[in-house]
Nanobody
């Protein structure tokens, strides 16, 4: 069992930056691929970014490419999402997720085994 806890969300003006963290419990974090999703009111949960167990492969959705970066520190059992040049349309609850298939970068919610509760990101115009 893996528990995921996100932090770092908040209120920021358009053009600003936030750095999200997702801390994982358990000794097997380094074997999991990790992902970030977001869920805005009235919309479906959507994929944002994913990273393999080693950090060697990442995948970022097109609408945030060049602005968002995913990374991980296996020694700290933590995955990060650095978000720059934020836009009002980035407003959502951001959730991290883990899959035991560590060598892939899944983009669908059903491909993940564990989920955090999320952290709210609000970007004002």
């Amino acid at each position: 069992q893996v528990q995921l806890v996100e932090s770092g969300g908040g209120l920021v003006q358009a053009g600003g930056s936030l750095s999200l963290s997702c801390a994982a419990s358990g000794r097997t974090f380094s074997t999991y691929a990790m992902g970030w999703f977001r869920h805005a009111p009235g919309k479906e949960r959507e994929f944002v970014a994913a990273i393999t167990w080693s950090g060697g492969v990442t995948y970022i959705r097109d609408s945030v490419k060049g602005r968002f970066t995913i990374s991980r520190d296996n020694a700290k059992n933590t995955v990060y999402l650095q978000m720059n040049s934020l836009k009002p349309e980035d407003t959502a609850v951001y959730l991290c997720a883990a899959t035991v298939d560590g060598g892939v970068v899944p983009r669908r919610t059903y491909e993940y085994d564990y989920w955090g509760q999320g952290t709210q990101v609000t970007v004002s115009s």
